[in-house]
T-cell receptor, first 109, second 114 residues
Framework: DAKTTQPPSMDCAEGRAANLPCNHS???????VYWYRQIHSQGPQYIIH???NNETNEMASLIITEDRKSSTLILPHATLRDTAVYYC??????????FGKGTRLHILP | KAGVTQTPRYLIKTRGQQVTLSCSPI?????VSWYQQTPGQGLQFLFE???????NKGNFPGRFSGRQFSNSRSEMNVSTLELGDSALYLC?????????????FGPGTRLTVT
C-alpha cells in the first residue's frame, strides 16, 4: 500500500502558484520523498525529490516539514501544460515505487 | 542522451495468447522496472531487474514474467492473456545502485486483450 495521502483533486488558476500537499506520517529516517506527475496517456515524469531539506529545481520546489511527516510540492507559475496527476511517493534509494492515487491538478485558464 | 524506449507502443491480442513487450533503458542504467496501469487499479509495480537478476517482485500471478539481457534491455512476457490484462505497461530505468535518484519512465505499451 502507498505510504502517502494526497487530496484527490485540486484546482489552480493559470499563472498562480500550485501548492500540492502530501502526508507521509509513517516515513522512516532513510526514506526520501519523491514527486512524479503523469500527463494523460504518458509515462510518469520525475519532478523532484528530497530527504530533509527543501529542494528546488527548474520544475518545482519541495518543502518538507521539520518532522518530515508532510511535504508540499510548489509549481511557482502554473500553466495549462501542468494539468496532470501528481504522485507523492516515499522510498528508500531507488527501491520500487509504490504509487498511490495521486492528486489530479486542474489548471484553470 | 536518449530516453527510455518501449516497443511496441500499441498491441492487440486475443484472450489465451501470449505477448512479449520490450524496454530499452537509458544508456548506463542497469535497473529496469515494470509497472501495469489500469483505470481501476492505478499504477502497480510488477518487477524489477538489475544486472540480469530479478531484484524485486510485485503481487502478480506467475503468468507475468520478465528477463533482462546483458545490455540491460528488458523484456516482459504475459502468457495466457486475460481480458483484465488490458492495460498500459510502463517500464522505468534507473542507475540501479541504490543511490536516491530519479527513475525515468518510458511512454508505455498499450495492450488490448479482446
Amino acid at each position: 500500500d502507498a505510504k502517502t495521502t494526497q487530496p484527490p483533486s485540486m484546482d489552480c488558476a493559470e499563472g498562480r502558484a500550485a501548492n500540492l500537499p502530501c502526508n507521509h506520517s509513517t516515513i522512516s529516517g532513510n526514506e526520501y520523498v519523491y514527486w512524479y506527475r503523469q500527463i494523460h496517456s504518458q509515462g510518469p515524469q520525475y519532478i523532484i525529490h528530497g530527504l530533509k531539506n527543501n529542494e528546488t529545481n527548474e520544475m518545482a520546489s519541495l518543502i518538507i516539514t521539520e518532522d518530515r511527516k508532510s511535504s508540499t510540492l510548489i509549481l511557482p507559475h502554473a500553466t495549462l501544460r501542468d494539468t496532470a496527476v501528481y504522485y507523492c511517493i516515499v522510498r528508500v534509494g531507488d527501491d520500487k515505487i509504490i504509487f498511490g492515487k495521486g492528486t489530479r491538478l486542474h489548471i484553470l485558464p | 542522451k536518449a530516453g527510455v524506449t518501449q516497443t511496441p507502443r500499441y498491441l492487440i491480442k486475443t484472450r489465451g495468447q501470449q505477448v512479449t513487450l520490450s524496454c530499452s533503458p537509458i544508456s548506463g542504467h542497469r535497473s529496469v522496472s515494470w509497472y501495469q496501469q489500469t483505470p481501476g487499479q492505478g499504477l502497480q509495480f510488477l518487477f524489477e531487474y538489475f544486472s540480469e537478476t530479478q531484484r524485486n517482485k510485485g503481487n502478480f500471478p506467475g503468468r507475468f514474467s520478465g528477463r533482462q539481457f546483458s545490455n540491460s534491455r528488458s523484456e516482459m512476457n504475459v502468457s495466457t492473456l486475460e481480458l483484465g490484462d488490458s492495460a498500459l505497461y510502463l517500464c522505468a530505468s534507473s542507475p540501479g545502485d541504490w543511490r536516491p535518484g530519479e527513475q525515468y519512465f518510458g511512454p508505455g505499451t498499450r495492450l488490448t486483450v479482446t
